[in-house]
């Protein structure tokens, strides 16, 4: 007798038929064969030796339009990457590389036919229609079009794709630093009236956290006993990719940016002293910054510190400016370059140094006065 789940069944003229799945075709569907026998046992035998055999990937065919190859990448990512990954990868797929390669086939994923891509969206790549976008984000998109196009070719989708296309070149914007003086307004202003959100403005200039890593902070992730800041989590705003919601967008509270942002972070005395102090009788549960059980949205939050910063005529500076502000101020003060980069959550000392230290106009005026003393 068959198995429950076994496909596996009499047929009317007498004999025993075994189906089973011989590949799946491009829009997912399956593609079923069949074996024969007199007997059950004859044809299960046949089945278990199919089963035995490693199945070959039969490839896509070069019927598949750019727009299923691009939705089978997409299906494949989303068991791949944290939520906030998966929804940048659906913006970029469905706001720009669907609509631009509609009605293609994928083996139309030339070489030439991504230059163009490129061109255009450096020209006239805006969604709202008001020009181009810039060399950043379209680098940004040109990396998930090779990511979709390197899936094609292993489907067999598309052969023999040159990789040697125009990667518009990007201009690393130095981000501008407080002075020592602004940081004295700064802090000046926020100790005037003290409060937990802009306590978050002496946590991001003592300890260099990102935006949303502050604004995911609990006081459970203080260990006051050791005096440890532990960043195990992020908070930030993503689009949500599901059809039927209601909003475009949710709040979602993730892993950080990457393995190396998980890290604990040593808290100076003072700051420990001051956290103390408003910790107080809160549960751990809640957030710093808000001091309740629900959390501040960052966008709220960096509406929040545009504000401290113009009433403490501190001008042209972000929330993210107080970070490389803490890393100029501790390589100034010789902080050693690989715990820097530790404490900031970096993948390398190398980036670090690169994009987030900034020599100021006093340490250069310093070496110099050092230098001259030599003669």
């Known amino acids: 007798m068959p198995r429950r789940g076994e496909n596996i069944h009499k047929r009317k003229d007498k004999r025993w038929e075994g189906r089973y799945i011989d590949f799946h075709r491009s829009d997912g569907k399956a593609h079923y064969k069949s074996v024969y026998g007199k007997t059950y046992s004859e044809v299960n035998e046949k089945m278990n030796k199919l089963k035995a055999v490693p199945k070959v990937q039969r490839p896509l065919t070069s019927?598949?339009?750019?727009?299923?190859?691009?939705?089978m990448w997409l299906d494949d990512k989303r068991v791949q990457v944290k939520e906030s990954s998966y929804a940048t990868y659906y913006q970029v797929i469905h706001g720009h590389l669907v609509p631009y390669f509609m009605g293609q086939k994928s083996n139309?994923?030339?070489?030439?036919?991504?230059n163009q891509f490129v061109k255009h969206k450096l020209e006239n790549g805006r969604l709202d229609g008001k020009g181009g976008l810039s060399a950043k984000r379209v680098r940004d998109i040109l990396i998930v079009l090779l990511q979709a196009i390197q899936y094609g070719e292993k489907?067999?989708?598309?052969?023999?794709?040159?990789?040697?296309?125009?990667?518009?070149?990007?201009?690393?914007?130095?981000?501008?630093?407080?002075?020592?003086?602004?940081?004295?307004?700064?802090?000046?202003?926020?100790?005037?009236?003290?409060?937990?959100k802009k306590l978050g403005v002496m946590i991001a200039l003592y300890t260099g956290v990102r935006l949303g890593e502050l604004c995911a902070m609990q006081w459970s992730d203080i260990d006051f006993h050791e005096g440890v800041l532990s960043i195990t989590k992020t908070l930030q705003r993503i689009k949500d990719t599901d059809p039927t919601a209601k909003k475009k967008t949710k709040m979602v509270i993730d892993a950080p940016k990457s393995k190396k942002s998980i890290r604990e972070i040593p808290l100076s005395t003072y700051l420990l002293c001051l956290l103390k102090q408003w910790q107080k009788e809160q549960p751990s549960t809640h957030y710093v910054l808000s001091g309740k059980a629900k959390y501040i949205d960052p966008r709220v939050y960096q509406d929040n510190i545009k504000t401290y910063l113009e009433q403490a005529q501190v001008q042209g500076y972000s929330i993210h400016s107080l970070r490389h502000t803490f890393a100029t101020n501790a390589i100034a003060r010789d902080f050693d370059d690989k715990n820097l980069?530790?404490?900031?959550?970096?993948?390398?000392?190398?980036?670090?140094?690169?994009?987030?230290?900034?020599?100021?106009?006093?340490?250069k005026?310093?070496?110099?006065?050092?230098?001259?003393?030599?003669y």
């Open 63 to 71: 019927l598949v339009t750019t727009e299923q190859l691009f939705l």
């Open 108 to 114: 139309q994923l030339t070489n030439e036919a991504v």
């Open 155 to 196: 489907k067999g989708a598309i052969a023999g794709f040159d990789y040697d296309v125009i990667r518009p070149k990007v201009e690393a914007k130095e981000l501008p630093v407080l002075t020592a003086e602004e940081q004295n307004s700064l802090l000046d202003y926020v100790k005037a009236d003290l409060d937990q």
């Open 341 to 363: 980069s530790e404490v900031l959550g970096h993948s390398s000392v190398r980036f670090t140094l690169e994009r987030y230290v900034h020599g100021s106009m006093d340490t």
């Open 365 to 374: 005026k310093a070496s110099m006065e050092r230098y001259a003393s030599c």
